[in-house]
């Protein structure tokens, strides 16, 4: 299983979800590798935090370029790649796409961001032209936790009236904007290593969400659901 986290928007928590996707698959005993395709190599010294504390880790790879030789290579050792790409529309995210057999997208109930998300459905709509078995969704990320966000509600209207008939499902879980995503990171720990009982509870709804829809999960490996 090859998941991409990518977006084109800088900063909408790709490597945050990356790196606490990975440690979640490490938890559930599944041998899984990152790919950090960003220069940044911000997962990386999350990495070096939790090896120094001698904290189980995934293995990471940091590359940038042709990384579609890299993935070739670390296929027949990992089944499970998760691959961070950077906030552009960089070469690597595009390879990366083209690989892969899911595309999550996080995204922040910001103007801004959403205007970018138009141009993430013609980047996936150009790559499942080509690459049938890319499925892809998109992550509501950095949510304030406040009962009624006129944002939220904006952005969920927007991708949905604007994906049209794209394949790209929309979550139902979101994540919300905590400090406990950036804490947990400095210290070494994913939020569900973290004593924030909402914020874990949230992000295990995510990955529950992503698991029934996506792929299915077994003692040794992780396939990829058949498209109906
Ligand atoms: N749900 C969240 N709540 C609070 N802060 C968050 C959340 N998700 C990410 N962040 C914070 O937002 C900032 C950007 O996150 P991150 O680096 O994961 O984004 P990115 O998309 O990887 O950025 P880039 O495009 O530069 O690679 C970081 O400070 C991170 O701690
Ligand atoms: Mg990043």
């Given at each position: 299983?090859?998941?991409?986290?990518?977006?084109?928007?800088?900063?909408?928590?790709?490597?945050?979800?990356?790196?606490?996707?990975?440690?979640?698959?490490?938890?559930?005993n599944?041998?899984?590798?990152?790919?950090?395709?960003?220069?940044?190599?911000?997962?990386?010294?999350?990495?070096?935090?939790?090896?120094?504390?001698?904290?189980?880790?995934?293995t990471?790879?940091?590359?940038?370029g042709?990384?579609?030789?890299?993935?070739?290579?670390?296929?027949?050792?990992?089944?499970?790649?998760?691959?961070?790409?950077?906030?552009?529309?960089?070469?690597?995210?595009?390879?990366?796409?083209?690989?892969?057999?899911?595309?999550?997208?996080?995204?922040?109930?910001?103007?801004?961001?959403?205007?970018?998300?138009?141009?993430?459905?013609?980047?996936?709509?150009?790559?499942?032209?080509?690459?049938?078995?890319?499925?892809?969704?998109?992550?509501?990320?950095?949510?304030?936790?406040?009962?009624?966000?006129?944002?939220?509600?904006?952005?969920?209207?927007?991708?949905?009236?604007n994906?049209?008939?794209?394949?790209?499902?929309?979550?139902?879980?979101?994540?919300?904007?905590?400090?406990?995503?950036?804490?947990?990171?400095?210290?070494?720990?994913?939020?569900?290593?973290?004593?924030?009982?909402?914020?874990?509870?949230?992000?295990?709804?995510f990955?529950?969400?992503?698991?029934?829809?996506?792929?299915?999960?077994?003692?040794?490996?992780?396939?990829?659901?058949?498209?109906?």
């Amino acid at each position: 299983m090859i998941i991409t986290i990518a977006n084109q928007k800088g900063g909408s928590g790709k490597s945050t979800l990356c790196l606490n996707l990975a440690t979640k698959f490490l938890l559930q005993n599944q041998e899984i590798v990152v790919l950090d395709t960003d220069v940044q190599k911000s997962i990386e010294t999350f990495v070096n935090i939790r090896l120094d504390k001698n904290i189980k880790c995934f293995t990471l790879f940091n590359r940038t370029g042709n990384i579609t030789d890299t993935i070739k290579q670390i296929i027949p050792k990992f089944q499970n790649i998760i691959i961070d790409t950077k906030g552009e529309d960089s070469i690597e995210s595009r390879k990366a796409m083209l690989i892969s057999d899911l595309l999550i997208i996080p995204s922040t109930p910001s103007q801004l961001d959403i205007a970018v998300l138009t141009k993430m459905f013609e980047r996936v709509s150009e790559i499942q032209s080509i690459n049938e078995n890319l499925r892809a969704c998109i992550l509501m990320n950095k949510i304030p936790p406040v009962p009624y966000l006129r944002e939220k509600q904006a952005m969920r209207e927007f991708i949905l009236e604007n994906k049209k008939s794209l394949n790209i499902d929309l979550l139902e879980s979101i994540i919300s904007e905590r400090i406990s995503l950036k804490r947990c990171v400095s210290e070494g720990l994913s939020i569900i290593e973290y004593a924030d009982e909402k914020a874990k509870k949230e992000f295990n709804e995510f990955y529950q969400e992503i698991c029934d829809k996506f792929f299915r999960i077994t003692k040794n490996a992780i396939f990829k659901n058949q498209i109906n």
